[in-house]
T-cell receptor, first 115, second 114 residues
Framework: EAQVTQNPRYLITVTGKKLTVTCSQN?????MSWYRQDPGLGLRQIYY???????DKGDVPEGYKVSRKEKRNFPLILESPSPNQTSLYFC??????????????FGPGTRLLVL | AQSVTQLDSHVSVSEGTPVLLRCNYS??????LFWYVQHPNKGLQLLLK??????LVKGINGFEAEFKKSETSFHLTKPSAHMSDAAEYFC????????????FGSGTKLNVKP
């Protein structure tokens, strides 16, 4: 089954304790992206990757890191989480194509609480 | 710069009546526009997309949207609401130059009354 998986689905942590949220897709997509969803703000793009070893900042990259060493995986790293990073996080993937017409496929989300 | 404004944070309709969810966008270049739906505790699913072909776009589950350049709008409609349409809907914009970046509206929660 074609899908985007995220782990963990739920996470409670404390300020300053490094964490990684994994994202994996089995559709051979070149493009992957991370978003955070906060009430009343919709989804905001954190980072995206056009292909292996190619990443760039979205709208809200501060406090986050990413890497793309393999095509299928795109982990999101919080080196020193703070309470304002409490949010619902979504990973998405798509084919790159020649423009923005590609459909993004979203993972189920990771709910993070930073105390 | 790109941005999306969803004019209603909540819309409530009765089952069997029409649905209208409003979206206005701002884009410096030719936009691509999307509507995604999020059911409770689920990820997002594409409903439909506009990418400079026909201005009236048909999507899944009977939804459609019309791109109106003069009004910078991309409103989502459905002739007859079903209980299963209750969800949150997001309008999204990208464009032909910055096509790796996506900008989401703040969402519209659709409630369908029996």
């Amino acid at each position: 089954e074609a899908q985007v998986t995220q782990n963990p689905r739920y996470l409670i942590t404390v300020t300053g304790k490094k964490l990684t949220v994994t994202c994996s897709q089995n559709m051979n997509h070149e493009y992957m992206s991370w978003y955070r969803q906060d009430p009343g703000l919709g989804l905001r793009q954190i980072y995206y990757s056009m292909n292996v070893e190619v990443t760039d900042k979205g709208d809200v990259p501060e406090g986050y890191k990413v890497s793309r060493k393999e095509k299928r995986n795109f982990p999101l790293i919080l080196e020193s989480p703070s309470p304002n990073q409490t949010s619902l996080y979504f990973c998405a993937s798509s084919f790159s194509g020649q423009g923005p017409q590609e459909t993004q496929y979203f993972g189920p989300g990771t709910r993070l609480l930073v105390l | 710069a790109q941005s999306v404004t969803q004019l209603d944070s909540h819309v409530s309709v009765s089952e069997g009546t029409p649905v209208l969810l409003r979206c206005n966008y701002s884009s410096s270049y030719s936009p691509s526009l999307f509507w995604y739906v999020q059911h409770p505790n689920k990820g997002l699913q594409l409903l439909l997309k506009y990418t400079s072909a026909a201005t009236l776009v048909k999507g899944i589950n009977g939804f459609e949207a019309e791109f109106k350049k003069s009004e910078t709008s991309f409103h989502l409609t459905k002739p007859s609401a079903h209980m299963s349409d209750a969800a949150e809907y997001f309008c999204v914009v990208s464009d032909q130059v910055n096509f790796n970046k996506f900008y989401f509206g703040s969402g519209t929660k659709l409630n369908v009354k029996p």
